[in-house]
T-cell receptor
């Protein structure tokens, strides 16, 4: 059965610092991995998705993620955090049509 | 173009009552999904429609939950005899044709509170 684990329910960084949000997947079929962002009182917005065309995926707002099969990981990074990045981030596996989500990581950006 | 819309945005009801939650998908999208997001959790799959039919309803927690999509567009999630544990944000998403690589586009959700 698919599962997605996001290490760290809360991550706090300073403005301008590196953002690293961790995601590990467990799937018996090839994963189709997504990162979504959720701002307060809003729906989920797609940041990026892995489709096997390239292991390094670039998304919106300067985010990128690298698929590492050997580590079953798809960590999300951004070189320099901005205050507007404060939100909750969800990793999801779509390998079986329905999305299986991790529990989410809430990112706080300190001035 | 218009995104996925959900009504109402908030719903407060009493234990034991019946509620209906509506989802309007993106025009032309044949696949429609319902998810439930409890506090501090990621969204959990409930049901997936391909056109008018439920292709996968394995996520519905029990027979109090039912969903329809009679014309292959708007969908309604129905909850009978609501319980306090049903309190959550109910999210709807749609995608163009339902393939597992496709991006699902989410609505803002309906926040349900059962007193």
């Amino acid at each position: 059965a698919q599962s997605v684990t996001q290490l760290g329910s809360h991550v706090s960084v300073s403005e301008g610092a590196l953002v690293l949000l961790r995601c590990n997947y467990s799937s018996s079929v090839p994963p189709y991995l997504f990162w979504y962002v959720q701002y307060p009182n809003q729906g989920l917005q797609l940041l990026l998705k892995y489709t096997s065309a390239a292991t390094l995926v670039k998304g919106i707002n300067g985010f990128e993620a690298e698929f590492k099969k050997s580590e079953t990981s798809f960590h999300l990074t951004k070189p320099s955090a901005h205050m507007s990045d404060a939100a909750e981030y969800f990793c999801a596996d779509g390998g079986s049509e329905k999305l299986v989500f991790g529990k989410g990581t809430k990112l706080t950006v300190n001035p | 173009g218009a995104g996925v819309s959900q009504t109402p945005s908030n719903k407060v009801t009493e234990k034991g009552k019946y509620v209906e939650l509506r989802c309007d998908p993106i025009s032309g999208h044949t696949a429609l999904y319902w998810y439930r997001q409890s506090l501090g959790q990621g969204p959990e799959f409930l049901i997936y429609f391909q056109g008018t039919g439920a292709a996968d309803d394995s996520g519905l927690p029990n027979d109090r939950f039912f969903a329809v999509r009679p014309e292959g567009s708007v969908s309604t999630l129905k909850i009978q005899r609501t319980e306090r544990g049903d309190s959550a944000v109910y999210l709807c998403a749609s995608s163009l044709s339902g393939g597992y690589q496709e991006t699902q586009y989410f609505g803002p959700g309906t926040r349900l509170l059962v007193l």
